[in-house]
């Protein structure tokens, strides 16, 4: 399984970004799938979850109402809109995924994912 993290960068406070996460070597449309991150010095935390199909969705209260989760299982890629970004905001955003049997909520928490790509940094400057 690999998941690739993509679309990082440097942006100013207020401005926006959009992550991609590639995902192959897995049945994609079976797997719920999350963005996590970790800024400098501290531990790595939830960002948003989405289910296997995309109806349900999950935010952290950090992110909520200024980010998108979606996907698109024809091209097996989730994506992260943000918005209104912060400084706050500067982390490694990785993408993970996790075997779903029920289009239920999706989990929020770092140990239910299985498979975790290799991150993407966004800065946000002040």
């Known amino acids: 399984v690999q998941l690739q993290a993509s679309g990082g960068g440097l942006v100013q406070a207020g401005g926006s970004l959009g992550l991609s996460c590639a995902a192959s070597g897995l049945t994609f449309s079976s797997y719920a799938m999350g963005w996590f991150r970790q800024a400098p010095g501290k531990e790595r935390e939830f960002v948003a979850a989405?289910?296997?199909?995309?109806?349900?969705?999950y935010y952290a209260d950090s992110v909520k109402g200024r980010s998108t989760i979606s996907r698109d299982n024809a091209k097996n890629t989730i994506y992260l809109q943000m918005n209104s970004l912060k400084p706050e905001d500067t982390a490694v955003y990785y993408c993970a995924a996790v075997r779903q049997l029920y289009d239920s909520s999706p989990p929020g928490r770092q140990y239910e994912y299985h498979y975790w790509g290799q991150g993407t940094l966004v800065t946000v400057s002040s």
């Open positions: 989405i289910s296997w199909s995309g109806r349900r969705t």
